[in-house]
Every structure is written in structure tokens, then in C-alpha cells.
């Protein structure tokens, strides 16, 4: 399976607390995106980093990449109560192949 | 408009029935494709329409529709399902070149339920 694996796949925090998540994959990538889900609806995107890039910030979301060690993760910082959702890794390798290879999720709980 | 519109919510159907999926977006995307996801596992593609025409079908079975009558809309068309086929049911939408280039964006879901 090329499916991306991510860690820990369960997650539960104090409303204030860091929550960190982590994102491998098998492929060499041209992006690589994160989303969010709230318990059975849409997902909704949160972040895009191209492979080129290292680092990006989005108000409390922090994103890294690396692709030497085919690797993401993504920080939420001062976590809130609302924040608690899956939050699935997201890669794209073949321009024009239309293929998201999902990772497994993380489900983070945070807790008031 | 940046939303993916999709009913119905829910869906409850028998294992004869003839039901199906819709999806609309006024974006502007010509791309558009159907997820199937199961409990506390990710999204798996099913479907993927560029430029109305069908890109990629992920061996799905043939109970399983999809129709793209216009660049707005996608149907996804269930008949004679089983009870493992009960799941949500996701449809996205992105700018041509797919998600090598961009992200997508989702609909909330059908959650489908086969007695």
C-alpha cells in the first residue's frame, strides 16, 4: 500500500497544550497537504507545503517537511477545545495524475 | 463561492434500491471526484471527472455510477449496494492539474446506510 502512515494516531490534550503530529510517506512528492475533520463531515484544508519548501506558518498551524526523510508534521499551538477533530496528511506525486495517497490520521481530542 | 454542496445528508436504502448522490460547485474546478470513507479510516478515491469526462475509476464496483452532466455537478448513481457499502460518501472539486498543484475542496458528506 503507498498509503502515508501517521503518528500517534490517537491524541488527547489540555486546552492550552501543544499538539504534535506526524506525517511519513513512501513517494517522492510535488506537495503535500494537510486536513482537518470534524467527526463524520467534509474535510476541510488546512495547510499546503510544496516540496521545496521547509517551513509554513498559518496563524496557529505550523508545518514542516522533509523530504529527505519523507516526512511532515504539523503543530497546532494553544489548543482549544474546538480544535478536536482527525487531522489527516495528504500527498500528491505525479503532476496530472488527479491521486491524493491519504495518511492514516490522528485524532486529537483536546480537552477543556 | 467556495463551497462543495452535497445531498443528501443522509441516505438509508435497501439492497434493491436505485438511489442517488449529488454534488454541486460553483468554483469554477474542473476537476471533481468521489470518496468512499469508512470509520476512523481516511478518504479512498473512487472516481475522479476532468473536464467532464471520466480520468479515473479505482476498479469500483459496477453498482456504483458516476455521471457528470456539467462542469458543476456530479452524480453518483447506487444501485443493488450491499450493507458493506454503507459509508460517507465525500466529493471534492480542485482546479485542473489536481492535487499535484492544488488543494481540494470538500464537501460535509452523504452518510450512506445499506439494510
Known amino acids: 500500500s503507498q498509503q502515508g502512515e501517521e503518528d500517534p494516531q490517537a491524541l488527547s490534550i489540555q486546552e492550552g497544550e501543544n499538539a504534535t503530529m506526524n506525517c511519513s510517506y513512501k513517494t517522492s512528492i510535488n506537495n503535500l497537504q494537510w486536513y482537518r475533520q470534524n467527526s463524520g463531515r467534509g474535510l476541510v484544508h488546512l495547510i499546503l507545503?510544496?516540496?521545496?519548501?521547509r517551513e509554513k506558518h498559518s496563524g496557529r498551524l505550523r508545518v514542516t517537511l522533509d523530504t529527505s526523510k519523507k516526512s511532515s508534521s504539523l503543530l497546532i499551538t494553544a489548543s482549544r477545545a474546538a480544535d478536536t477533530a482527525s487531522y489527516f496528511c495528504?500527498?500528491?506525486?505525479?503532476?496530472?495524475?488527479?491521486?491524493?495517497?491519504f495518511g492514516t490520521g490522528t485524532r486529537l481530542k483536546v480537552l477543556a | 463561492d467556495t463551497e462543495v454542496t452535497q445531498t443528501p445528508k443522509h441516505l438509508v436504502m435497501g439492497m434493491t434500491n436505485k438511489k442517488s448522490l449529488k454534488c454541486e460547485q460553483h468554483m469554477g474546478h474542473r476537476a471533481m471526484y468521489w470518496y468512499k470513507q469508512k470509520a476512523k479510516k481516511p478518504p479512498e478515491l473512487m472516481f475522479v471527472?476532468?473536464?467532464?469526462?471520466?480520468?479515473i475509476n479505482e476498479s469500483v464496483p459496477s453498482r456504483f455510477s458516476p455521471e457528470c452532466p456539467n462542469s458543476s455537478l456530479l452524480n453518483l448513481h447506487l444501485h443493488a449496494l450491499q450493507p458493506e457499502d454503507s459509508a460517507l460518501y465525500l466529493c471534492?472539486?480542485?482546479?485542473?492539474?489536481?492535487?499535484?498543484?492544488?488543494?481540494?475542496?470538500f464537501g460535509p458528506g452523504t452518510r450512506l446506510t445499506v439494510l
Open positions: 507545503i510544496r516540496s521545496n519548501e
Open positions: 471534492a472539486s480542485s482546479q485542473p492539474g489536481g492535487p499535484a498543484y492544488n488543494e481540494q475542496f
Open positions: 495528504a500527498t500528491a506525486s505525479i503532476p496530472g495524475t488527479y491521486k491524493y495517497i
Open positions: 471527472y476532468s473536464y467532464e469526462k471520466l480520468s
